[in-house]
């Protein structure tokens, strides 16, 4: 993305920062979620899309930052604990990506799938036999709206941070891996160290997301904050909206978001297959993604 | 006109009468209903105890309701229409809903979900709105706080210091009485509920003088409770105590008839009031305690019971079930004695109203019911509450437990 396109968007988030002024209840909520998706489903993108590993540990990510806003929200100011909920989401994503970006293809699919439910059980563990007390209060003074700016905040921090990746070695580094892993070893690239600090960064964010929303909930336990349904919510909205463009992921993350909200609202009874279909046909109708749709339509190829 | 539309209204809620089973979204736009949403987990892990607890009772209230031509508003009545979502068990959705019902729905009044984590979820969201939460079926140790809190909350099943504080009352007497001894086997489930009644319980197990020589936590799901039960009985207890949610509860109890390990006293959790239990042990419940109860003998008890039955084909729990219905009726109740749906003067009614119930006058306390049945005995085939003991209507509970019947 050029400079003057990533002012545009910004430029475009901040007039979105306005929306709280005009209506504090269902619209908020409905953007929020959307926010949510955004950063997620970026992140998300930003590791996946140039590396093509798949990865179902949103959710671990996402619940680190929650459940450490649940443990330390009441203690600690809250950019401290932003800033925890982010080194802790950074060291996490450093430990595991060293021990695991050697897997590759299926391998490592399951085991981010695994790392979610290990992680889960392994605070259960804890708070069962340590702490004593399974569930945590999270009464912390945070108004909607302020979790909706956080949101846009983070939303814009990391477009600008895939913008600078996208011209920097590492994004170069990453996109050689991307085409073939043994050509880059071969050219002198660090495989494994560029995978990681990827990882590390699309982490961070993740871990931030689940800070800034768990506020929302007031109460969280183990079930609630690692809750897998997010991975796959996220892993089906980037690849509708498409991995290799920055903006991709958020062509799916927005008709999904509303179709998402249409089918609670109108088919409550339904949800869970209706979704199934939708994921269906994602997969085999736009396995380019939206993104890829319109540029293939751009180049004058039928669709 | 005027009198055209109450005609109206009475003929809908006679239309919403022969639908209410299915609770359907009646679609009419007359303006003398009242409408009530909720969202309730028809999906997910809460879709369970929603089912037992939560989904019958409203839908009974809606019938019973709306089969009197609607709620009375000063001088007519205003039929109920129920707008409904699933909130799939995850807070988030729940949130989401309840702002939907709020803004886009407009609805007038919102029934509470199920279970705590929800009703938390939920209630900052039903503050800043400002509508009534009745949350009927949350037990939490910060209750008093979450009263004080939140004005408009209220909650119905208290703490789970009164429960673990009720048992070991019950014990004490037990022992007085020269039944049991002072040997305590205890068992607990590894999740929110198990741990904070086994935390509470510890300290007032060993305030009264009791040892508990036998104290074990097993994880949520475990199916295999023979070798808990196994070393529990190997402590030779005068009284056994699980702290467990239903499918333990069902899996324990089972457990101990077939190894033959029969306590002098037999506590188990969540899931002992249910009907189901019943069915599955037969005779063999009889004498089992459990947490909850409620007066079977009462005659609105028992009619509660036969419309319950009648509705949805099974008998209610014994514990939040009514509890839960008995909210509905004070609900009511403070509505048609403010006589419109002005929502601060409804929350107040029911902060400081006394309410006639199926369970009898029922008063909160600083938004939360005290005085609550927390132990139930299954007696010739009812739950029948047998604490708090100076709770009017308890029945002495019957030790020692009968043995255990070859089926």
Not at chain 1, 129 to 147: K, L, P
């Amino acid at each position: 993305m050029s400079n003057t396109a990533l002012a545009i968007v910004l430029a475009g988030l901040a007039a979105m920062a306005a929306l709280p002024f005009l209506d504090t209840g269902f619209w908020l909520a409905l953007a929020i979620s959307i926010a949510q998706y955004a950063v997620l489903a970026t992140a998300w993108a930003m590791f996946s899309g140039p590396t093509r590993y798949v990865s179902l540990a949103t959710a671990a990510f996402f619940g680190i930052g929650a459940y450490t806003v649940a443990v330390l929200g009441e203690v600690l100011p809250w950019p401290v604990v932003l800033l925890v909920a982010g080194v802790i989401g950074a060291v996490l994503s450093l430990l595991v990506g060293f021990a695991t970006l050697r897997l590759s293809g299926v391998y490592f699919v399951v085991f981010t799938f695994g790392l979610a439910e290990l992680i889960r059980q392994l605070v259960t563990w804890f708070e069962v036999n340590v702490t004593r007390s399974m569930g945590r209060y999270v009464f912390v003074e945070i108004t909607q709206a302020q979790i909706y700016w956080q949101l846009l905040a983070l939303f814009g921090a990391l477009l600008a941070l895939g913008t600078w990746l996208a011209r920097s070695r590492l994004g170069f580094a990453l996109h050689v891996i991307g085409e073939d892993e043994t050509v880059a070893r071969h050219v002198g690239i660090d495989t494994a160290r560029a995978k990681v600090a990827l990882f590390a960064l699309s982490s961070v964010f993740m871990a931030l997301v689940g800070a800034v929303m768990a506020p929302r909930w007031t109460y969280l336990d183990p079930a609630i904050a690692f809750n897998p349904s997010i991975s796959f919510t996220v892993l089906i909205m980037a690849l509708l909206g498409g991995t290799r463009s920055l903006l991709g992921p958020l062509l799916g993350v927005v008709p999904l978001a509303l179709l998402f909200e249409v089918l609670t609202a109108r088919f409550p009874n339904h949800f869970s297959i209706l979704v199934g279909i939708v994921f269906l046909l994602v997969v085999y109708a736009v396995p380019q993604g939206v993104s890829g749709l319109l540029a293939r339509l751009r180049r004058g190829a039928p669709a | 006109m005027k009198k055209d539309i109450t005609r109206r209204g009475l003929g809908l809620g006679a239309s919403a009468l022969v639908l209410a089973a299915p609770a359907v979204r009646a679609q009419t736009a007359a303006p003398t209903a009242v409408k009530i949403g909720y969202a309730v987990s028809k999906t997910g892990p809460n879709a369970g105890g929603t089912a037992v607890s939560i989904t019958p009772n409203y839908q009974l209230w809606v019938r019973n309701v709306n089969a009197t031509g609607g709620l009375r508003l000063g001088d007519r009545r205003a039929p109920i229409e129920v707008v409904e979502y699933d909130d799939r068990s995850s807070s988030e959705d729940a949130v989401r809903a309840i702002e939907r019902l709020v803004n886009q729905d407009k609805v007038d009044l919102i029934l509470a979900p199920w279970g705590t984590a929800l009703n938390l979820a939920i209630g900052p969201v039903m503050n800043r709105a400002g509508y009534p939460q009745i949350a009927v079926n949350a037990v939490t140790d910060r209750a008093p706080d979450l009263g004080r809190r939140w004005p408009n909350s209220f909650w119905f099943l208290g703490t789970s210091a009164e429960y673990a504080a009720g048992l070991v009352e019950l014990l004490s007497k037990q022992r007085e009485a020269g039944l049991i001894g002072n040997n305590i086997a205890m068992v607990s489930v590894a999740d929110g509920f198990g741990i904070d009644l086994v935390n509470a319980a510890r300290p007032a197990l060993q305030r009264a003088g009791f040892r508990a020589s036998y104290d074990r936590t097993y994880p949520v799901g475990t199916q295999d409770m023979a070798p808990i039960l196994a070393e529990a009985a190997r402590s030779n207890p005068d009284a056994f105590i699980a702290f467990s949610y239903p499918p333990d509860t069902l899996a324990i109890t089972e457990q101990a008839r077939v190894s033959g390990f029969n306590p002098k006293m037999f506590y188990v959790g969540v899931g002992t009031a249910f009907p189901l239990f019943k069915e599955r042990f037969g005779a063999n419940a009889e004498g089992v305690m459990g947490i909850g109860g409620w007066q079977a003998d009462s005659p609105r008890v028992q009619e509660y019971m036969r419309q319950h039955k009648e509705l949805v084909g099974r008998e209610p729990d014994r514990w939040g079930s009514s509890v839960c219905y008995a909210s509905l009726e004070m609900l009511q109740q403070a509505i048609e004695r403010v006589g419109r749906i002005d929502r601060p003067a409804i929350i107040r009614e029911l902060q400081t109203g006394t309410f006639d119930t199926i369970l009898g006058p029922m008063k909160l306390e600083g938004n939360v019911r005290r005085e609550q049945w927390v132990v139930g005995q299954w007696q010739n085939g009812e739950f029948m509450a047998v604490a708090p003991a100076a709770k009017a209507g308890a029945r002495p509970p019957v030790l020692p437990k009968p043995a255990w019947r070859s089926t």
